[in-house]
């Protein structure tokens, strides 16, 4: 499965997913100024790492 593939809206490799949930995360992740993407290691199996910045304390 290419990356493009995995973050296509509508895409799943499961047969009752309707395929939101990546491009849902995905979505919520950038609208918060960070990033996600995905490693697949040799020995099988994706992970998906998520980096947020680090929030700044309020000011009053």
């Not at 290419?2 to 499961?14: E, G, I, M, N, V």
């Not at 992970?47 to 910045?53: C, E, G, W």
Request: cysteine-free; proline content about 7%.
């Amino acid at each position: 499965m290419s990356d493009a593939a995995a973050r296509a809206p509508l895409f799943s490799t499961k047969t009752h997913g309707i395929g939101f949930g990546l491009s849902i995360a995905r979505m919520i992740v950038e609208n918060h100024g960070g990033t996600i993407r995905a490693e697949s290691p040799v020995d099988g199996g994706t992970r998906f790492v998520i980096a947020l910045p680090q929030a700044r304390p309020a000011r009053f």
